[in-house]
């Protein structure tokens, strides 16, 4: 067996019953095994991928908390630290049934590769809780946090580990987090990002992620004589990277002509007004088939996915594994050109492989959505330099780093002959960084 298919078998035995893990961590081997190869007497002596395969900690705690009929609940909360080679430990808290070691695992490891193509001094976590926001009250969401909180402070802090948001997790939920950290340590410190303008979050934080992924997207579109100036654009879900994802694609020039959620998806042959999204979603909280009474023209399809409809570019922007090969079939036969990933693994691995035996762009979700964790890094440097950046300036940042992201993917694929293929440039640009830091730090 080579070392990479020994780390593999090895991962498996170590973390059984996790197999988003295991999908995350063959993805990236399996692009890394011939820069592995180069190296594979010295790698091997260091254990360096026994250790970048190890998170460096992992916790997960009780979070016990009253509902509002005085009803006591127990959730499970984690918070996995996997790699600090490159700076304090970034990554977002997840509030969502689904969350379980595996999917922590899984986040945490890509999170890692993610935050090095940013070029921010930033390692990779990943944390959060199977605890399902939806349908509670402020109250409720608001104890849930606040008990969460109590345990995860012992762990977090600004040159430690530094969590953010991500799905369940917004603008609110940072709020009532960080009011409970500084609670308990009595200090008030850029712990956590994507926090309120008001007590010192970024302009464009809210923004980046949808944002970025647009620019990623179109830079690669115009390297292969494209733009996404007049194409017409699929995107999947409606929480924040959809939201932000269509708002940048349209003032771009595109027709987004899909949202979605978990139960269905909405269809506006019109392009979708963003204005009504924002409404439903962050005001309301709503689920998106309100859509439909609001704009006339527009239709709801419940229990579908949005890959059927017909489209020259497509953004998963919802959750993993939410684009499936058949899903893929779909968007080949309908002339889709591009795919580039706004939420994390949301393209199964066969679907991936299918997509780009057909010639399909395809931009993987740890360059593609590193916006915002890369706004977030920016959002931290603020918090430490106690200034407040314009808009203009943090979004013209953004810009730069996105495309600054898309060369480094571009030119380590053709480092090693596989022009084009940008799931092995991104993990190969991410891997050089993290493993040159650990190589550079010892035996730890
Ligand atoms: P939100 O909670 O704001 O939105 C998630 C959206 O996905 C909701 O519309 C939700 O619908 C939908 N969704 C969830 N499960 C499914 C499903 N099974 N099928 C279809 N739709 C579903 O999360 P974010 O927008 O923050 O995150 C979305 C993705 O982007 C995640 O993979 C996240 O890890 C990734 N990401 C987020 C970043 C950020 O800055 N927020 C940064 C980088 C990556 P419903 O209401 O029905 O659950």
Redesign the pocket.
Same mark, same amino acid.
Request: with cysteine; glycine share 22%; aromatic share 0%.
């Given at each position: 067996m080579t070392y990479v298919q020994e780390v593999m078998a090895m991962v498996k035995q170590m973390n059984p019953a996790e197999p988003e893990f295991h999908q995350a961590v063959k993805e990236v081997l399996d692009s890394i095994a011939p820069v592995v190869e180069k190296h594979e007497k010295e790698y091997r002596e260091a254990c360096l991928l026994e250790r970048l395969l190890e998170p460096e900690r992992s916790v997960s705690f009780r979070v016990p908390w009253v509902d509002d009929h005085g009803k006591l609940h127990v959730n499970r909360g984690f918070r996995v630290q996997f790699n600090s080679a490159l700076g304090p430990y970034k990554g977002?808290l997840?509030f969502?049934p689904s969350v379980n070691r595996s999917s922590m695992n899984f986040?945490a490891f890509e999170q890692t590769f993610?935050n090095a193509l940013t070029g921010q001094p930033i390692g990779g976590g990943k944390g959060g809780s199977n605890f399902d926001p939806?349908g509670k009250s402020d109250r409720e969401v608001m104890a849930f946090c606040q008990s969460f909180m109590t345990e995860l402070f012992k762990y977090i802090g600004p040159n430690e580990d530094v969590p !953010?948001? =991500?799905?369940?997790?917004?603008g609110r939920e940072i709020g009532f987090l960080y009011g409970q950290y500084k609670r308990l340590t009595n200090q008030f410190e850029g712990t956590l990002t #994507?926090k309120g303008l008001s007590y010192g979050g970024s302009l464009v934080r809210t923004e !980046? $992620?949808g944002y970025g992924l647009v620019y990623i997207a179109e830079e690669m579109l115009q390297a292969h004589g494209r733009t996404i100036d007049g194409a017409t654009v699929v995107v999947? #879900?409606? #929480? &924040?990277? @959809? $939201?932000y994802a269509v708002e940048k694609a349209e003032q771009l020039g595109a027709k987004v002509v899909t949202?979605? =959620?978990? &139960?269905g998806y909405v269809y506006d042959p019109n392009g979708i007004d963003v204005a009504v999204v924002k409404e439903i979603?962050e005001v309301r909280r709503a689920?998106?088939s309100e859509y439909v009474k609001l704009v006339p023209g527009s239709t709801y399809r419940d229990g579908k996915?949005v890959w059927e409809v017909k489209c020259d570019v497509a953004l998963p922007? !919802?959750?993993?594994n939410?684009l499936s090969l058949d899903d893929a079939m779909d968007l080949v036969a309908n002339g889709c050109i591009a795919v580039a990933e +706004? @939420? &994390?693994?949301?393209t199964t691995r066969e679907a991936t492989d299918y997509l780009q035996s057909k010639g399909i762009l395809f931009m993987p +979700?740890k360059a593609s &959505? !590193? +916006? #915002?964790?890369a706004v977030s890094a920016l959002e931290m440097s603020q918090n430490s330099m106690r200034v407040h950046r314009s808009f203009e300036s943090v979004d013209q940042e953004l810009r730069e780093i996105m495309k600054d992201i898309f060369h480094q993917v571009s030119g380590a694929a053709e480092d090693y002959d596989q022009a084009g293929n940008y799931v092995t440039g991104a993990n190969i640009a991410g891997f050089r960084k993290v493993v040159k830091g650990m190589r550079e730090q010892g035996w730890v």
């Open positions: 977002g997840r969502h986040l993610k939806k !953010a948001g =991500d799905i369940g997790v917004g #994507g !980046a $992620t999947s #879900g409606s #929480g &924040n990277v @959809a $939201t949202v979605s =959620d978990s &139960n979603k689920r998106i996915k922007c !919802a959750i993993q939410e +706004g @939420a &994390n693994m949301p +979700g &959505n !590193a +916006g #915002g964790v």
